[in-house]
């Protein structure tokens, strides 16, 4: 009989599903934002490890999303042009096929069930997060790009390049100068 029971306790502990962090305000039910310390809730749920060896498990999965995203990219082409694409815009099928893989990685190493939670919260952020700073690092690197010509030769990554607030005032600007030409033909 206890062989049975155990089993049956390990069979609705492998069904259990993690639910997404949220909270309730005025009746509704609103995602949290993913932090760091939701992810460390799912491998060790009742902070029973010390917080060093916590930072460490975490830093290691984040090098396993590292690795992913790795062979995302090279599933993708792994051209320069792969990391200008947003994380929501990559093909749905690559990134199911990349998140199963993180999560493989993840519970081979570590026995953690990524693949418990639900709508895979955890192993998304994460890819997703690894994704965007390498986004948004191409997109820095674009910019330098830009801003150096090496026709010229001279350097001018020491001028300052219009922002959107700057694109906004020369856009009124251009505005009140077409609207007093348009008053000036009058």
């Given at each position: 009989m206890d062989g049975q029971n155990s089993q049956q306790n390990l069979a609705t502990q492998m069904a259990?599903?993690?639910?997404?962090?949220?909270?309730?305000r005025n009746g509704r039910t609103y995602s949290h934002r993913i932090k760091k310390d939701h992810i460390m809730k799912v491998f060790d749920p009742m902070r029973k490890m010390d917080e060093e060896r916590r930072e460490a498990i975490?830093?290691?999965i984040d090098n396993l999303a590292n690795t992913a995203i790795k062979r995302l990219e090279k599933n993708l082409g792994g051209d320069t042009m792969t990391f200008s694409t947003p994380w929501k815009l990559i093909d749905s099928d690559m990134k199911a096929e990349a998140i199963e893989t993180?999560?493989?990685?993840?519970?081979?190493?570590?026995?953690?069930?990524?693949?418990?939670?639900?709508?895979?919260?955890?192993?998304n952020h994460m890819l997703g997060e690894r994704?965007?700073?390498?986004?948004?690092?191409?997109?820095?690197v674009d910019k330098r790009r830009r801003i150096q010509t090496p026709d010229d030769g001279i350097d001018k990554s020491s001028r300052t390049v219009p922002?959107?607030?700057?694109?906004?005032?020369?856009?009124?600007?251009f505005q009140d100068w077409s609207i007093r030409e348009h008053h000036d033909l009058d």
């Open positions: 259990v599903i993690i639910r997404r962090p949220n909270f309730k975490y830093t290691s993180f999560n493989q990685f993840v519970f081979e190493k570590y026995t953690v069930q990524f693949h418990r939670c639900e709508i895979d919260w955890c192993a994704w965007r700073s390498r986004h948004c690092y191409r997109a820095r922002g959107p607030m700057d694109d906004i005032q020369c856009r009124l600007l």
